[in-house]
T-cell receptor, first 110, second 114 residues
Framework: DAKTTQPPSMDCAEGRAANLPCNHS???????VYWYRQIHSQGPQYIIH???NNETNEMASLIITEDRKSSTLILPHATLRDTAVYYC???????????FGAGTTVTVRA | DAGVIQSPRHEVTEMGQEVTLRCKPI?????LFWYRQTMMRGLELLIY????????DSGMPEDRFSAKMPNASFSTLKIQPSEPRDSAVYFC????????????FGPGTRLTVL
């Protein structure tokens, strides 16, 4: 019962922007979009989250479409250290559950 | 500001032995979560605590697994007796005040049961 759909893998050139898509066509009005990543042999790391407005922090930007059925995580200047599995998660605002799917394996190449 | 601390980072044990994994959440965080990650099943939530009280343990696989949180700065996940299928990476995470606040994960404990 996957709530999100992500491509299994993508490559990105070092120094370029990485745009990671996520489809969540069944998202409800009270559900946020969260992004985490997991670098090899490390715990998942929170990146960013949003409800309907675009969000930006020191790590990334999150662009959510007006109908909220899809979103894009943007890593503005990818580095080799950004190589990781990126998870897009839809989660109600009052729910503790983080349901991690398969994510997108992003490989940043020099 | 230290993040979530887990110990040991690696544990190798033999089937039937008791295993205890430890976690120190971020200071001031009211919620603590235990997850397990395997190749087959991905990341699964096992149990979570609020203010040291277990709230939902529906993800605990069986009675061999138990978790405690004797105080706000320490939690344990115990497996007794351990089995080879328990081999996985176990993560602890904590979040601040609301149950839906951002969860911050520790580095994990890689458990191998021979």
């Amino acid at each position: 019962d996957a709530k999100t759909t992500q491509p299994p893998s993508m490559d990105c050139a070092e120094g370029r922007a990485a745009n990671l898509p996520c489809n969540h066509s069944t998202i409800s009005g009270n559900e946020y979009v969260y992004w985490y990543r997991q670098i090899h042999s490390q715990g998942p790391q929170y990146i960013i989250h949003g409800l309907k407005n675009n969000e930006t922090n020191e790590m990334a930007s999150l662009i959510i479409t007006e109908d909220r059925k899809s979103s894009t995580l943007i890593l503005p200047h990818a580095t080799l250290r950004d190589t990781a599995v990126y998870y897009c998660i839809v989660r109600p605002y009052n729910d503790y559950k983080l349901s991690f799917g398969a994510g997108t394996t992003v490989t940043v190449r020099a | 500001d230290a993040g979530v601390i887990q110990s040991p980072r690696h544990e190798v044990t033999e089937m039937g032995q008791e295993v205890t994994l430890r976690c120190k959440p971020i200071s001031g965080h009211d919620y603590l979560f235990w997850y397990r990650q395997t190749m087959m099943r991905g990341l699964e939530l096992l149990i979570y605590f609020n203010n040291n009280v277990p709230i939902d343990d529906s993800g605990m696989p069986e009675d061999r697994f138990s978790a405690k949180m004797p105080n706000a700065s320490f939690s344990t996940l115990k497996i007794q007796p351990s089995e080879p299928r328990d081999s996985a990476v176990y993560f602890c995470a904590s979040s601040l005040i609301r149950v839906a606040d951002t969860q911050y994960f520790g580095p994990g404990t890689r458990l191998t049961v021979l």
